[in-house]
Nanobody, 128 residues
């Protein structure tokens, strides 16, 4: 399956946005049933940073410390999708948000190097 992100856009500081990552082609359950699904962000001029990860088969989830309490990752097996809810957005949250799949378990899949399938990304711009 290919990963396709959506839901990005231009928002004002303090607003909430929910990003979606859907499977194109084969389903997540067919290709990624034992995978961890993660979200990353790449701000202008910066490296891609880990935000959150969820184990597709049991929903076990982990977060990067800077986004704990503001971002929430979830998955809907029936909709074959992974979501990232971004609350209280700030200008420093601006960047391209990527969905990715890792053959490692969620507990360890916290760097870009653990992932081998990536979406094209969706742009989030937060104005002050």
């Amino acid at each position: 399956a290919q990963l396709v992100e959506s839901g990005g856009g231009l928002v004002q500081a303090g607003e909430t946005l929910t990003l979606s990552c859907a499977a194109s082609g084969r389903s997540f359950s067919a290709d990624f049933s034992n995978f961890a699904m993660g979200w990353f962000r790449q701000a202008p001029g910066k490296e891609r940073e880990f935000l959150a990860v969820i184990q597709w088969n049991d929903g076990d989830a982990y977060y990067a410390d800077p986004v704990k309490g503001r971002f929430s990752i979830s998955r809907d097996i029936g909709k074959d999708s992974v979501f990232l809810r971004l609350a209280d957005l700030q200008p420093e949250d601006t960047g391209i948000y990527f969905c990715a799949a890792s053959p490692f378990i969620a507990l360890v899949a916290k760097t870009a190097g653990h992932y081998d399938h990536w979406g094209q990304g969706t742009l989030v711009t937060v104005s002050s």
